[in-house]
C-alpha cells in the first residue's frame, strides 16, 4: 500500500477478490447495507465457495471472505485452508466477536488466514453495542483483536460513521490506537438496506460528520498508522487529502450471492456514488467520487462545496 503521504505515487495493487459467504449474522446493525437478506438468501454451500476460489486464481492475487458473518460458517477453515493452499493472501472480514475465542484464533491463523478485518463501531460497549444490537460484543471485538494482535497478525478495522457515534469518532481512533491496529477506517454509512429503511436516524449530514472524522484520524496519524475514511468527499477533508479512503482501495471483483460485478471501482464510481451542481466548478473533481447517491436525494448538495485550490499534480489521483 502507498504510504499515504501527498506528492508520492501510488503503488500498483494486486487484484482482490470479495466473495460473499453468505449473510447470516450474530449482529443486528442498524447500518447493516445486506438489510434482510439474511432471511431472504441461504448461505453458499462450501462446493460452491471452493469452486469459486479455484476458478478465480488466475486472475486475483487476494480473496476477503466476508457476509453476512462469514466466520459462524462451520466449514470456515476449509475454506481458508483452501485458499491458502491455492496461494491467496486470505484477509477475514468479520464483526470480529469470535476471535474473542483464543483456539478459533489459533485455528484460523494456521489455516492461512494473513489478515483480519474486524469491525468496532464505538469506544464504549454503549456506543458499539446500541448499534450492533447483540449484548456483551464490544467486549469480544476487543478481546478478538487483542487475541489477534498477540499472535502477531495484522488487524485493520473497519468502523461505520453514524448519528449514533459521531462525537465518539475521536475517542474511538485513540482505542484502535492503544489496541495497536495497523490500520483503521472511517467509513460513512452507505445508506442502504437498515441504514435506508431508518436514513434519518442513522445517518448524519456530511458537513456535521466531515470536523468529527477529520477528529477521529487524529490519533491515527499522530501514533504513525495507516486512516483512511472512506464516502467523505474531499470539498470536506481539507489537509486530510492523504486519507482519503478511495485513494487505496484496490482492483476488486465481487463475488455477490446472485450477482458479480466484475469491476468495483466502475460499479461504484458509476452506479453507487453521485457528482452533483457543486461539483461541477470544484478544482479536485476528478479527484472525488463524490458521496454515496442516496445522500444528496435526501439531503440535497448543500453540504458539499466547491474547491478552487489546485490539487496535486502526483499522488492524489483516484484510480477511475
Request: aromatic residues 6%.
Amino acid at each position: 500500500m502507498a504510504d499515504g503521504h501527498p506528492g508520492r505515487a501510488l503503488i500498483r495493487y494486486p487484484v482482490r477478490l470479495d466473495l460473499k459467504t453468505g449473510f447470516s449474522c450474530n449482529n443486528r446493525c442498524t447500518f447493516c447495507v445486506q438489510g434482510d437478506r439474511r432471511a431472504r438468501q441461504p448461505d453458499r454451500d462450501t462446493a460452491e465457495i471452493l469452486a469459486l476460489l479455484d476458478a478465480s486464481r488466475a486472475g486475483h492475487d487476494e480473496v476477503v471472505l466476508t457476509g453476512g458473518e462469514c466466520t459462524l460458517r462451520p466449514d470456515i477453515l476449509v475454506l481458508v485452508r483452501h485458499a491458502a493452499s491455492l496461494r491467496y493472501r486470505v484477509q477475514v472480514q468479520s464483526n470480529g466477536r469470535r476471535f474473542s475465542d483464543p483456539g478459533f484464533c489459533d485455528a484460523i491463523v494456521e489455516a492461512g488466514a494473513t489478515e483480519f478485518s474486524p469491525a468496532l463501531h464505538g469506544s464504549t460497549a454503549h456506543i458499539h453495542e446500541s448499534q450492533t444490537r447483540a449484548p456483551g460484543s464490544f467486549k469480544q471485538v476487543l478481546k478478538g483483536i487483542r487475541n489477534l494482535r498477540s499472535r502477531g497478525q495484522a488487524v485493520i478495522t473497519n468502523s461505520v460513521v453514524t448519528r449514533q457515534n459521531l462525537e465518539d469518532l475521536p475517542g474511538l481512533g485513540a482505542l484502535l490506537v492503544a489496541l495497536d491496529v495497523q490500520q483503521y477506517q472511517l467509513a460513512m454509512v452507505h445508506p442502504l438496506g437498515t441504514a435506508l429503511l431508518d436514513f434519518h436516524r442513522v445517518v448524519p449530514r456530511l458537513a456535521e460528520a466531515a470536523p468529527w472524522v477529520r477528529a477521529g484520524l487524529q490519533p491515527g496519524i499522530k501514533g504513525g498508522i495507516r486512516v483512511m475514511a472512506e464516502a467523505v468527499p474531499p470539498c470536506l477533508m481539507r489537509g486530510y487529502e492523504a486519507q482519503v479512503a478511495e485513494r487505496y482501495i484496490p482492483a476488486t471483483r465481487i463475488e455477490d450471492v446472485g450477482r458479480v460485478v466484475p469491476d468495483y471501482t466502475r460499479a461504484r464510481v458509476g452506479e453507487g456514488k453521485a457528482k452533483g451542481p457543486p461539483c461541477v466548478a470544484c478544482t479536485w473533481n476528478t479527484h472525488c467520487e463524490g458521496p454515496w447517491r442516496e445522500y444528496p436525494q435526501a439531503h440535497g448538495w448543500d453540504d458539499l462545496v466547491p474547491r478552487a485550490d489546485t490539487p496535486p499534480t502526483t499522488g492524489l489521483l483516484l484510480r477511475h
